[in-house]
């Protein structure tokens, strides 16, 4: 069973980036057909698909988010990363890594149960 554990900062100021990570176990990141989506919840509101990479290391980023999103991994350690820029409070929110297999790559996701597996989620606040 796949498990993935988010983590980063609780608290981050105005203008900087935010940096998250998604440890992923129970599975490879690279396995074939696998991708794995960063999503995010804002207070009262529903979940923004923010991209993707996949198990080749292909990229795609939600337009929304594609000027100042990188995702990347390691696959040595098994885990993604989430680099959001010139972050302002609008992007306080909780932050979730998820995974879909064979090939199925979700980017309108209703619920986290849209996934196969998903996090737990990390708060992450924008404030000076």
């Known amino acids: 069973q796949v498990q993935l554990q988010e983590s980063g900062p609780g608290l981050v100021k105005p203008s900087q980036t935010l940096s998250l990570t998604c440890t992923v176990s129970?599975?490879?990141?690279?396995?074939?057909?696998?991708?794995w989506s960063w999503i995010r919840q804002p207070p009262g509101k529903g979940l923004e698909w923010i991209g993707y990479?996949?198990?080749?290391?292909?990229?795609y980023y939600s337009p929304f988010f594609d000027d100042r999103t990188s995702i990347s991994r390691d696959t040595s350690k098994n885990l993604l990363t989430l680099q959001l820029a010139s972050v302002t409070p609008e992007d306080t929110a909780v932050y979730y890594c998820?995974?879909?297999?064979?090939?199925?790559?979700?980017?309108?996701?209703?619920?986290?149960?849209?996934?196969?597996?998903w996090g737990q989620g990390t708060q992450v606040t924008v404030s000076s």
């Open positions: 998820a995974g879909d297999t064979e090939g199925r790559i979700t980017v309108t996701p209703a619920r986290l149960s849209d996934y196969d597996s």
């Open positions: 990479i996949g198990y080749d290391g292909s990229t």
């Open positions: 129970g599975g490879s990141i690279t396995a074939n057909k696998a991708y």
